[in-house]
């Protein structure tokens, strides 16, 4: 089935779905969010989704109900629903990698069967998870000690990218369920300064490092571990024997990670059908895991699960990850949108708007289509954004009055983890008051009225119509926070199909990676190196040399 997609298509600009999106744009591109909540008061009323814990409020789009009809009718020509099912059937729609795309297998319950090339993976998951969960829980209770006898009280996840983000990313999300008596650090860049700051105040004896890696051939993070490898035998006496307590390694390559010197028997595996940046909920979560428990882990796989199901089963105009995906089509598509802001108001999400970044950008930023042709449309938007309510006494000036067309995602949570007096209640107001004014602005007539001198009014005026989702969540938990990360995986997914580009490839990180190699020794060497780059490259290689 999978090789369908290969096969040529009716460029989507060219179905008649796009041509009624486009003429629906025409009419609705100068309308007014006031126009619209004023026209229809029972607005309100259709543009709501629920889905398990999450709560979309989808009001404050520059749609009306008929482009959620146009926007459905086009997902229906793109396929999108068809291509959710080959995905949930173990399909290999990776097709530049020739690789099926599971992993909702990662957060299947026991009770299915997910097969892939008639095999049924979900046995294996599970059996991964059990012993993810026996080592965690004698890490966490002190029965898997140090070399020298004593508790592991730091625990280094070494990792990049989709090694990384995502348990960094959950474990700053979740840390007020974890472990607060030990120490959990996240090192991936080949700066080694980040190794240096992770590590400069734990003893290595308390310290165990995981370290993360698909390939087990990524430079940075085998950099990283033949770093920790060196600083743990300098804090052990130089004890070879003591590696085996205080490195396990999470990877798909076991030939590499015997090779690095770390026993099979202390490897997490994981499989080719997860890609990087959805594997934070395989044993590429077993930082988060030791953090947080095998018990909040499982309540975290129970979240993705209940977004898979709502994915799977709910149709395209009540399915929260596709209505996302094709709202963000609209703007990126008709009006031309280039960025989309996500502003979590949840300080525990901090690290969240560069996990969908990587998510996001590394998923849908491709120029040519499956079957190898320039896409011939708009594909993935940036994202940026960080926490509120910081943004606001920064970036957000040019979202209110600035030239450019952002849509932004606000995510808020109705209980915090603590109160603390009634900050909950300005955080939440904030998060509010901003979709309004991004909305509905302030006109200049309301400008004046308040007695502002006429030369300041333009100043002072909001032009607003900017768009905004709010995603209201209960409270923050294992469960939400998985909930949150599939919806966001399938939104990406749904705006794949639509302009039918590839998600689950990264051709684009390669090149620079190689490039790379060839610098590397020019370098090291200690003689002048004949240089064949171009000139700007050759000066920035002999600039280093000479001033390092
Ligand atoms: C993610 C990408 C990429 C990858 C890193 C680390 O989808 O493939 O971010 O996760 O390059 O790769 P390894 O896990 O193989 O070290």
Redesign the pocket.
Known sequence: MADDLRAPRQHITATDEWSALASHHDQMRDVHLRDLFASDPARGDTMLVEAADLYLDYYKHRITSETIALLAALARKARVEELRDEMFAGERINITENRAVLHVALRAPASESIRLDGIDVVPGVHSVLRKMAGFADRVRGAQWLGHTGKKIRNVVNI?????DLGPHMAHDALVDYSDRSMNFRFVSNVDGIDFYECTRDLKADETLFIV????FT?LE?MTNARTAREWALKGLNGDESAIAKHFVAVSTNAVEVANFGIDTANMFEFWDWV???YSMDSAIGLSLMIAIGPERFREMLAGFHDIDEHFRTAPIESNMPMLMGLIGCWYNNFFGAETVAVLPYAQYLTRLTSYFQ?LEM?SNGKSVDRQGNPAGLQTGPIIWGQAGTNGQHAFYQLIHQGTKLIPCDFIGFARPNHVVGDHQDLLLANFFAQTQALAFGKTAAQVRAEGVPEEQVPHRTFAGNHPTSSILVSELTPRTVGQLIALYEHKVFTQGVIWNVNSFD?WG?ELGKKLAQAIIPELRCEQEPRLSHDSSTNALIRRYRATR
Request: aromatic share 0%; hydrophobic share 10%; charged share 15%.
């Open positions: 990792g990049i990218g989709g090694s993360s890696s698909k390939t990524t993070t890609g990087g940046r990587q590394e990264q990180v």
